[in-house]
Nanobody, 119 residues
Framework: QVQLVESGGGLVQAGGSLRLSCAAS????????MGWFRQAPGKEREFVAL????????NYADSVKGRFTISRDNAKNTVYLQMNSLKPEDTAVYHC????????????WGQGTQVTVSS
């Protein structure tokens, strides 16, 4: 059974940095696109970033461009999200998700890790 486990969240002051990790297990992830999403209290879940299997394409939400960097280590089945210059509005639960090759929807989701940015 596929499992995604996020880690690295925490409390940080505005302007600080955090690095999130998402470790995947229980399956074969060749060709999978990995993404990060976030959900703040009372708000809809929103897209943050994605990276394709070969790292040929990365995409970011406008709100995080220039501050966040997504990367992956396929040998470790792990995707990362380096978050710099954090703002209070980045406060949310961050989830990673994986989209199998050829599918349009993200199929597997992690439980999430809390990121809180204080002003």
């Amino acid at each position: 059974q596929v499992q995604l486990v996020e880690s690295g969240g925490g409390l940080v002051q505005a302007g600080g940095s955090l690095r999130l990790s998402c470790a995947a297990s229980g399956g074969t992830f060749s060709g999978y696109t990995m993404g990060w999403f976030r959900q703040a209290p009372g708000k809809e879940r929103e897209f943050v970033a994605l990276i394709t299997w070969t790292d040929s394409f990365r995409n970011y939400a406008d709100s995080v461009k220039g501050r966040f960097t997504i990367s992956r280590d396929n040998a470790k089945n792990t995707v990362y999200l380096q978050m710099n210059s954090l703002k209070p509005e980045d406060t949310a639960v961050y989830h990673c998700a994986t989209k199998p090759l050829g599918q349009s929807q993200y199929k597997y989701w992690g439980q999430g890790t809390q990121v809180t940015v204080s002003s």
